[in-house]
Nanobody
Framework: QVQLVESGGGLVQAGGSLRLSCAAS????????MGWFRQAPGKEREFVAG????????NYADSVKARFTISRDNAKNTAYLQMNSLKAEDTAVYYC??????????????????WGQGTQVTVSS
């Protein structure tokens, strides 16, 4: 597995912004499709955004489209999630994930074999 560590979470007021980072080690990140997922207490883990190996294609959940932007810098072995216009409903633990074999973004969590530990995002209203 590639090792993933998220950072950048915190407390923000509704309407504010946060940028999450996912630093990878142990493998070259360019070999992996990257995804961001989130999970609120008592709820299923849900897909947020995904990006292909070279960043040519992205996919977003309807709930975050036009507000969040996923990106990657393979030279830095890092993926990012820029979150703007945050809402209280965005409150969750956010996880980055990596999938070695797909060539397109897959939105189901079980397609990803490597996961970070998660970072808490709390949006106050």
């Amino acid at each position: 597995q590639v090792q993933l560590v998220e950072s950048g979470g915190g407390l923000v007021q509704a309407g504010g912004s946060l940028r999450l980072s996912c630093a990878a080690s142990g493998r070259t990140l360019s070999y992996y499709v990257m995804g961001w997922f989130r999970q609120a207490p008592g709820k299923e883990r849900e897909f947020v955004a995904g990006i292909t190996r070279s960043g040519g294609n992205t996919n977003y959940a309807d709930s975050v489209k036009a507000r969040f932007t996923i990106s990657r810098d393979n030279a830095k072995n890092t993926a990012y999630l820029q979150m703007n216009s945050l809402k209280a409903e965005d409150t969750a633990v956010y996880y980055c994930a990596a999938a070695r074999y797909p060539l397109v973004v897959i939105t189901t969590a079980n397609a990803y074999e490597s996961w970070g530990q998660g970072t808490q995002v709390t949006v106050s209203s």
